[in-house]
């Protein structure tokens, strides 16, 4: 019968395609696209059947951060020295967030999901302030300022599906009047089409780490 192939060909629920699954979810509709009905849908099994594998949707969501922390797992071997690791952190977290913006909407909390990828993760990133004689409170906020950068850029541009970013400041600009605003116009005038390309965003992300580097830099050379 065509019902009985059709169930032959359906592949057998593993936590690993439960998991991967509901990342395709995210990556098209966000993170609130991922429900338990909707990746059981999608697998053509039941909600309950993926109970028997996974305990909620929370647990879920987890071993989906997690599953990205380990894809974009910061290097082995390290690099050497604060600077170079914590560089290494912020842009292969910056990489994580287009490649699955829904990570950031996870993982910018004050309570991340924290399975043993994003552990690892974590423990990595401090292993950045060894030998520095930093006290625990201290890693944890010169941290927290790096991620929280990149975080924050992120944030404006994860969403952006427009092609006009730099016409449409300059428009902005120009119906207000560039005469009363000539410092906005001159700026916009210069950025110009090239807010349009993913290598313009990089580009701020990568000057802006720099000067939080640099602060961070400064602190441990005064201290």
């Known amino acids: 019968m065509p019902g009985e192939v059709a169930a032959n060909k359906r592949p057998s629920l593993s936590l690993p395609l439960i998991v991967s699954t509901a990342i395709g979810l995210a990556d098209e509709g966000g993170l609130d696209a991922v429900t338990m009905r909707g990746v059981g849908e999608r697998?053509?099994?039941?909600?309950?059947?993926?109970?028997?594998?996974?305990?909620?949707?929370?647990?879920?969501?987890?071993?989906?951060?997690?599953?990205?922390?380990?894809?974009?797992?910061?290097?082995?071997?390290?690099?050497?020295?604060?600077?170079?690791?914590?560089?290494?952190?912020?842009?292969?977290?910056?990489r994580s967030f287009f490649a699955h913006p829904w990570v950031l909407h996870a993982t910018a909390s004050s309570r991340p999901p924290m399975g043993p990828n994003t552990l690892a993760s974590m423990e990595w990133a401090l292993a950045s302030f060894d030998n520095l004689g930093l006290a625990g409170r201290e890693q944890l906020f010169l941290l927290?300022?790096?991620?929280?950068?990149?975080?924050?850029?992120?944030?404006?541009w994860i969403h952006e599906r427009h092609?006009?970013?730099?016409?449409?400041?300059?428009?902005?600009?120009?119906?207000?009047?560039?005469?009363?605003?000539?410092?906005?116009?001159a700026v916009t005038a210069a950025v110009g089409t090239?807010?349009?390309?993913?290598?313009?965003?990089?580009?701020?992300?990568?000057?802006?780490?720099?000067r939080v580097l640099d602060g961070v830099g400064t602190y441990l050379a005064n201290r």
């Open 43 to 94: 697998l053509h099994a039941t909600g309950m059947a993926l109970y028997r594998h996974v305990a909620n949707r929370d647990a879920l969501v987890e071993l989906m951060v997690d599953a990205v922390a380990a894809e974009y797992a910061y290097p082995e071997p390290r690099p050497i020295g604060w600077r170079a690791a914590l560089e290494a952190v912020a842009w292969q977290d910056w």
């Open 144 to 156: 927290g300022t790096v991620v929280s950068y990149g975080q924050g850029l992120a944030m404006t």
């Open 163 to 185: 092609d006009d970013t730099g016409e449409w400041w300059e428009s902005r600009v120009m119906d207000a009047g560039a005469d009363r605003y000539p410092r906005l116009a």
């Open 194 to 210: 090239d807010s349009r390309t993913r290598t313009w965003i990089d580009e701020e992300f990568e000057f802006g780490l720099q």
